[in-house]
């Protein structure tokens, strides 16, 4: 093995900032200044003291057998032999902090390793075989499409049997005591049904499947950014989220069924792109090509925009999502693929709910959340509680908690309102409560409440105007924000969409009654529904920062283009306000978790940094014959979890470092060490089974942990050769290059691995995803944050 030990001098440092292994910037030994004046740019920049903060817990996890101490920021290390322990203390519960990174989170391998096994491959396979697998990414897509349907098909269904049951016997329970009194019954009726469901839903996700918790948009958009997040497209998840978000929607709390949907939709994608279940371990021997992640990226892309058609009706707008909020790579066929996607989960699910409502004829039902036909004519807080209760045991308790208030507020809301409206042919809510109102009344109090948070927007939108006062939205805007904000967080699957909208259409309908009380002649300008849609629009947009995405997925789910132009206008300004004062709701959510996420561009002010200031050193590399104890020893080492490793070819001087030739993967080298691919062996076998591509595509993606490996003392001594299995075209770069150009580099390729070299090609050093990500812009300039074990 060889080892880089080389010392490195910075320039523009002291001398001091050169010693030692490491350097002040990667070691964290001391605090490093940088008072250095650019050229066109006003102000001072500060690199900020950057410490490995040990806040390490024991990481259970199925995928990963072997012990899970995270990989460092780049796969690099001292000698295996001087590597200290980790201190023995560790919190019970871990602080999060927007100014930490945690170690704990690995990269996807998006770039393909082109060696001699995958060049043979293409090689041998003729312009046929290169059209089906064309075929078979369509068809995929079609699979994806359609299962992704169904399961939002009974989604709506098993939400709107649980919810009408539920409010059929509510409401009988409230009319028959309304006269007789006893009305307490009925809220104690109403807060034990929530609070039963949401304690199923609670339960299914705290203490079977905890990562099934919220709309998981934020964790599909860390995995298409390229970041390993544990058991998110895991089948397991799937039926978590599936009957968590049936219980919490059911529960009333104020939560929504579209955000689950999304990642519904991509782990079904991540789960049929490759032909098997490894939860299940059934294999059924089909789409084997597509087993990296490369390939998966693209799937797992097009379920999460299918999720957005079956959830809004909106195929065009699940493309756009899937650009604007997660994909990091996209081409044109990829484009037609996802778009095909998402018109078949539409008519999937348009499809089978047709026929369940006995309509088999009808397909113009806009998918989950059916806005109607119009005609012509700020951020949401949020309060963590994910981030401070930590025991299952309390997080169902907290859940319970919630939709017991949420029935309570709800109960008083409607009981203290004298807002009673005339029944009409307009009104079209299933669940009327008349309470205290005239015969021929109803409480309209009721129609925002006492229904589905779909039905309560659909109301807002469409009903004619006079059918809410002022005082009823704005109680109503207020008391179900603070609900929001309070339901946000809570170990639930459950997505935010929908209570968005509610509110944002609450206030835009109280905004549009109001306008004509401020104007001379007090005419009406518009229906009051047409201003209840831009304030939905208006609210999403403010919480999510889509633009573009959710402008079309409003026009497709209302069905009319005329509102395009409003719409869009709209949803600009919340997101300009919104930036001004903080980040999105989904990027807060990343940062909260600490997640290494890449941007689309590199801190503005990090054009002075350059590689060798980012990258880190020593980095661990074999020589193209390694010897095979040596290969064991660095990958049983507990202590790192390196992921790539450069091939060198030794120098003469033996303290120098050895000139790079390729990269190899610790997946690669647990394949070969599994199938005792030594070359001692070879020799003494008269007929040896050449490994094949399918070997590592059997082991994708649970690669089986080194300390399951059984390696002889005699085998120890035998030798590896790695030429043929080794990426021998890795991407590099000259330790002088800019931050930024590493940058653009790392995220527009997929990179999980870049080489740093110096002039005569010898590995210097090794920059992976931790190394970009932890450079942050702060108030202060540019700052770098804390790396943690957690």
């Known amino acids: 093995m060889a080892n880089i030990t080389k010392k490195v001098s910075w320039t523009s440092r002291g001398d001091d900032a050169g010693g030692g292994e490491g350097t002040p910037l990667l070691n964290g030994s001391e605090e490093v200044r940088y008072t250095r004046q650019l050229s066109g740019v006003g102000g001072m920049f500060h690199i900020g003291r950057l410490s490995t903060v040990d806040l390490e817990e024991d990481v259970t996890s199925d995928e990963e057998a072997r012990p899970t101490k995270s990989q460092r920021y780049g796969s690099v290390s001292t000698y295996p032999g001087s590597l200290q322990d980790s201190p023995k203390g560790r919190p019970e519960e871990i602080p999060h902090n927007e100014k930490l990174?945690?170690?704990?989170?690995?990269?996807?391998?998006?770039?393909?390793?082109?060696?001699?096994?995958?060049?043979?491959?293409?090689?041998?396979?003729?312009?046929?075989?290169?059209?089906?697998?064309?075929?078979?990414?369509?068809?995929?897509?079609?699979?994806?499409?359609?299962?992704?349907?169904?399961?939002?098909?009974?989604?709506?269904?098993?939400?709107?049997?649980?919810?009408?049951?539920?409010?059929?016997?509510?409401?009988?329970?409230?009319?028959?005591?309304?006269?007789?009194?006893?009305?307490?019954?009925s809220l104690i009726l109403w807060a034990v049904l929530n609070s039963s469901l949401?304690?199923?839903?609670?339960?299914?996700?705290?203490?079977?499947?905890?990562?099934?918790?919220?709309s998981g948009i934020p964790q599909i958009k860390c995995y298409l950014n390229g970041v390993k997040i544990p058991r998110v497209v895991r089948l397991k998840t799937l039926v978590v989220k599936v009957f968590g978000v049936i219980c919490s929607v059911a529960g009333?709390?104020?939560?929504?069924?579209?955000?689950?949907?999304?990642?519904?939709?991509?782990?079904?994608?991540?789960?049929?792109?490759?032909?098997?279940?490894?939860?299940?371990?059934?294999?059924?021997?089909?789409?084997?090509?597509?087993?990296?992640?490369?390939?998966?990226?693209?799937?797992?892309?097009?379920?999460?925009?299918?999720?957005?058609?079956?959830?809004?009706?909106?195929?065009?707008?699940?493309v756009l999502f899937s650009l604007e909020e997660g994909a990091s790579f996209w081409n044109q066929m990829l484009t037609w693929r996802i778009f095909f996607a998402s018109m078949i989960s539409t008519f999937t699910l348009n499809f089978f709910l047709s026929i369940y409502n006995n309509k088999p004829g009808d397909l113009s039902s806009p998918g989950l959340i059916n806005f109607g036909r119009f005609e012509r004519a700020v951020s949401l807080?949020?309060?963590?509680?994910?981030?401070?209760?930590?025991?299952?045991?309390?997080?169902?308790?907290?859940?319970?908690?919630?939709?017991?208030?949420?029935?309570?507020?709800?109960?008083?809301?409607?009981?203290?309102?004298?807002?009673?409206?005339?029944?009409?042919?307009?009104?079209?809510?299933?669940?009327?409560?008349?309470?205290?109102?005239?015969?021929?009344?109803?409480?309209?109090?009721?129609?925002?409440?006492?229904?589905?948070?779909e039905r309560s927007v659909r109301s807002l939108f469409h009903n004619p105007p006079g059918s809410y006062n002022p005082g009823t939205l704005g109680m109503f805007t207020v008391t179900y924000f603070f609900l929001a904000c309070w339901t946000y967080g809570l170990a639930v699957s459950a997505g935010v969409f929908i209570p968005s909208l509610l509110i944002g259409a609450a206030w835009g309908r109280l905004f549009g009654i109001l306008l004509p009380t401020v104007t001379a002649s007090g005419s009406i300008w518009a229906d009051p529904g047409k201003y209840a849609l831009i304030g939905a629009a208006a609210q999403l947009g403010g919480i999510v920062r889509m633009t573009l995405s959710l402008t079309v997925i409003m026009v497709e789910a209302t069905g009319n283009v005329t509102y395009g132009l409003p719409i869009m206008l709209v949803l600009m300004t919340a997101k300009i306000v919104g930036d001004y004062f903080v980040e999105g709701l989904y990027d807060i959510h990343i940062k909260l978790q600490?997640?290494?996420?890449?941007?689309?561009?590199?801190?503005?002010?990090?054009?002075?940094?350059?590689?060798?200031?980012v990258m880190g050193a020593p980095v661990i590399c074999f020589n193209r014959l390694e010897k095979v104890g040596t290969i064991v020893d660095i990958l049983s080492n507990t202590s790192t979890n390196h992921n790539g490793f450069p091939v060198v070819v030794p120098v003469a001087a033996s303290d120098e470092p050895g000139k790079i030739c390729g990269l190899i993967l610790r997946s690669q080298l647990i394949v070969l060490l599994k199938h005792k691919v030594f070359?001692?062996?070879?020799?003494?076998?008269?007929?040896?089974?050449?490994?094949?591509?399918?070997?590592?595509?059997?082991?994708?993606?649970?690669?089986?942990?080194?300390?399951?490996?059984?390696?002889?003392?005699?085998?120890?001594?035998?030798?590896?050769?790695?030429?043929?299995?080794?990426?021998?075209?890795?991407?590099?770069?000259?330790?002088?290059?800019?931050?930024?150009?590493?940058?653009?580099?790392?995220?527009?390729?997929?990179?999980?691995?870049?080489?740093?070299?110096?002039?005569?090609?010898?590995?210097?050093?090794?920059?992976?995803?931790?190394?970009?990500?932890?450079?942050?812009?702060?108030?202060?300039?540019?700052?770098?944050?804390?790396?943690?074990?957690?």
């Open 101 to 185: 990174l945690s170690l704990k989170f690995e990269s996807l391998d998006y770039d393909s390793s082109e060696n001699q096994l995958f060049l043979e491959e293409e090689r041998r396979m003729s312009y046929l075989g290169f059209r089906c697998l064309e075929i078979s990414r369509w068809v995929i897509c079609g699979l994806i499409g359609f299962l992704t349907g169904l399961i939002a098909c009974c989604i709506d269904i098993a939400v709107e049997k649980l919810a009408g049951v539920k409010y059929f016997v509510v409401k009988q329970n409230i009319e028959k005591f309304t006269e007789v009194g006893g009305l307490s019954i």
């Open 198 to 214: 949401v304690m199923v839903g609670a339960i299914t996700v705290a203490f079977i499947e905890p990562i099934a918790a919220g």
């Open 252 to 318: 009333g709390l104020a939560v929504g069924k579209e955000g689950p949907m999304i990642h519904s939709g991509a782990v079904v994608a991540a789960g049929v792109s490759q032909g098997r279940s490894t939860s299940l371990k059934k294999d059924f021997k089909i789409f084997e090509y597509f087993r990296r992640d490369t390939e998966k990226r693209d799937f797992v892309s097009a379920g999460a925009a299918a999720g957005v058609s079956a959830a809004f009706g909106a195929p065009v707008g699940g």
């Open 381 to 453: 807080p949020v309060f963590q509680g994910m981030l401070y209760v930590h025991r299952p045991c309390l997080q169902v308790m907290e859940a319970m908690l919630v939709a017991a208030v949420t029935a309570t507020v709800s109960f008083s809301m409607i009981y203290f309102s004298n807002d009673c409206q005339p029944l009409g042919p307009d009104q079209s809510e299933d669940y009327q409560l008349q309470l205290f109102c005239a015969d021929g009344e109803y409480n309209s109090m009721a129609t925002t409440f006492f229904n589905t948070p």
């Open 594 to 613: 600490s997640v290494p996420f890449l941007h689309w561009e590199a801190p503005a002010t990090s054009h002075w940094l350059t590689a060798r200031e």
């Open 679 to 790: 070359v001692e062996l070879a020799r003494s076998r008269l007929t040896q089974r050449k490994l094949q591509l399918k070997d590592f595509r059997d082991a994708y993606p649970r690669f089986p942990p080194i300390q399951s490996i059984h390696v002889s003392q005699d085998e120890r001594d035998c030798m590896m050769d790695l030429s043929e299995f080794m990426n021998p075209t890795p991407y590099t770069v000259p330790q002088e290059t800019s931050l930024p150009r590493v940058f653009k580099l790392f995220r527009a390729l997929g990179l999980r691995h870049l080489v740093v070299v110096d002039h005569d090609n010898r590995v210097v050093g090794l920059v992976t995803r931790k190394d970009l990500a932890r450079y942050h812009l702060g108030k202060h300039g540019l700052e770098e944050l804390q790396l943690a074990q957690t």
